[in-house]
């Protein structure tokens, strides 16, 4: 991408282009666009999941898609959890989450595409808990993918463009705890939408601006809070914590 006229001249990889007036970039964590606006990178917030698909699941973990009942799944135990729930589609999504180096899944020597040393690795890491999860590793889709997670941080700022904003994890990438990205993404969809076709802004910069200070306030209390959970999460108690967050008794 680079600047033409007023606006922008955007080459992609079939290798054509096109010319905007105005860029919205909402391409996700790895925004190939953000750098047009802020040089302002993700932190990593301590946490890595290791996201483990499996299809079929009432055939190929029979006991975990019983337990599901069609529902999701929040275990929490030794500053490690696993997340997870049934897909429309007949399978499971699960998620195993813990606290270990940033570039653990890196250096970590596993092979993920190998079902039976993760299996080996599941239950070192698991040690304590039921084996009853095993059949995720047993049977799950390979390969499995390890997601080390990010985060914007919380007081990031920069001076608004006349022809160029962000939207959704472009913009404020948060960790999953708190289930607030994809809502935080549509609210900023909608309030873009009403700035940028407002009567009220004297130039599209201005509307931009007011757009991306709103955006980065919300954005900064959602990922605060989802910061805060996954600190629960993967802390000592965290049952008796999350329980306290969903008031239950």
């Given at each position: 991408m680079n600047q033409q006229n007023e606006g922008w001249l955007l080459h992609f990889k079939n290798?054509?282009?096109?010319?905007?007036?105005?860029?919205?970039?909402?391409?996700?964590?790895?925004?190939?666009?953000?750098?047009?606006?802020?040089?302002?990178?993700?932190f990593y917030s301590g946490v890595t999941m290791v996201e483990i698909n499996i299809d079929d699941a009432q055939k190929a973990t029979p006991h975990i898609y019983a337990m599901l009942n069609g529902g999701k799944i929040m275990a929490f135990g030794n500053g490690k959890c696993l997340l997870g729930g049934q897909k429309g589609n007949g399978g499971l999504g699960f998620y195993a989450s813990f606290k270990p180096d940033e570039n653990w899944a890196i250096n970590s020597g596993l092979n993920y595409a190998d079902k039976t040393q993760l299996l080996a690795w599941f239950k070192t890491a698991y040690s304590e808990w039921s084996p009853v999860f095993y059949e995720l590793l047993e049977n799950a889709t390979m390969p499995i993918t390890p997601r080390p997670i990010y985060c914007m941080p919380?007081?990031?700022?920069?001076?608004?463009?006349?022809?160029?904003?962000?939207?959704?994890?472009?913009?404020?990438?948060?960790?999953?705890?708190?289930?607030?990205?994809?809502?935080?993404?549509?609210?900023d969809a909608v309030e873009l939408c009403d700035c940028l076709t407002s009567d009220q802004y004297n130039t599209v910069q201005e509307a931009i601006s007011f757009y991306e200070t709103s955006m980065r306030k919300r954005a900064a209390t959602a990922a605060k809070y989802s910061l805060e959970n996954g600190e629960r999460m993967h802390s000592e108690g965290a049952l008796e914590k999350m329980m306290a967050v969903f008031g239950i008794k």
């Open positions: 290798g054509s282009s096109a010319y905007a007036d105005i860029v919205i970039a909402a391409d996700g964590a790895n925004s190939k666009i953000r750098p047009y606006v802020t040089n302002i990178q993700a919380l007081n990031q700022t920069w001076k608004a463009l006349p022809n160029l904003t962000l939207l959704g994890d472009a913009a404020h990438l948060m960790p999953p705890f708190a289930g607030e990205g994809a809502n935080t993404s549509m609210f």
